[in-house]
């Protein structure tokens, strides 16, 4: 008995351990190294889940992304030491300036991302304007000058049309690119609505009648029908150039 019991007892620590080496290891794949913070996996994750609430209960949320101005140049000015401590002192800044809710994660050497759960648009814009202000009273010279440092941010307002991770992080980054396209320690904020109205309008740039001539001769006719419109507004110049003679052959030919 004195033996089955010690092996019960064996098998149950052996259990016990794996369970333990098992979370360290999930652990260690959502946590960036360098500044503790949850990884691009983590935020992922996160991410879905808060989604999900927000959803169910018809709430707002937001996500942000930061990012060090001229990174690959500051990078090159005061070398990977200067640029670790650089990011290290910035995730603390947005962890302390962030909500005990919000989870902040570092998505690239000097670019983080943030979600913003149950946050008005008003409240996101501060938190943004904070984060910004923040960033420019750091302390920092090179050669005895001082050094110029911000961030630029984009915020991503998720709000009535819920979306997913994917798509919740793009509008984010969006939002950024626009912000950085601005100049230094600039922020700008995109709705999901204008998300898709950039992207409709991006494609109908984009429109090639090549493109759309080859879908045809592929059978893709539905994929056609249902881009018609566009393709006729980039028609409309040269169909303003068709007689109505040429108009007639065009229409007995098909």
């Known amino acids: 008995r004195d033996l089955v019991r010690s092996r019960g007892l064996g098998d149950v620590y052996k259990r016990q351990k794996y369970h333990q080496t098992n979370k360290a290891l999930q652990q260690q794949t959502t946590i960036d ?16 889940k808060e ?21 690959k140049d500051l990078f090159i000015r005061i070398g990977r030491a200067g640029t670790e401590a650089l990011v290290k002192r910035l995730a603390s800044v947005l962890m302390e300036t962030v909500r005990k809710e919000d989870t902040v994660a570092r998505t690239g050497v000097g670019s983080f991302a943030i979600t913003l759960p149950l946050v008005s648009p008003e409240n ?16 920092a010279k090179l050669d005895g000058k001082r050094l110029e440092i911000t961030v630029s941010v984009g915020v991503g307002m998720i709000q ?4 997913d991770a994917d798509t919740s992080l793009e509008i984010a ?28 309008l991006q494609e109908r740039r ?5 493109n759309v001539l ?22 409309s110049p040269l169909l303003a150039l068709v007689s109505q003679e040429q108009k007639q052959q065009i229409f007995r030919y098909h």
């Open 214 to 235: 080859d879908q045809l001769h592929s059978g893709h006719e539905d994929d056609v029908i249902g881009r018609l419109d566009d393709v006729l507004l980039r028609l």
């Open 206 to 210: 984009n429109l090639s009648i090549d």
């Open 51 to 71: 989604l999900a609430f927000v959803e169910r209960h018809q709430a707002n949320m937001a996500v942000m992304a930061v990012e060090i101005d001229g990174f």
């Open 173 to 200: 980054n969006m939002a950024l690119q626009h912000a950085a396209e601005r100049g230094r320690s600039q922020m700008h904020k995109l709705t999901v609505e204008s998300y898709w109205e950039m992207i409709s």
């Open 160 to 163: 009535e049309h819920v979306v």
């Open 124 to 139: 996101s814009l501060e938190l943004a304007d904070r984060i910004c202000s923040t960033v420019e009273r750091f302390r």
């Open 33 to 48: 190294v360098l500044t503790g913070l949850v990884n691009s996996r983590g935020l992922y994750r996160q991410l879905e």
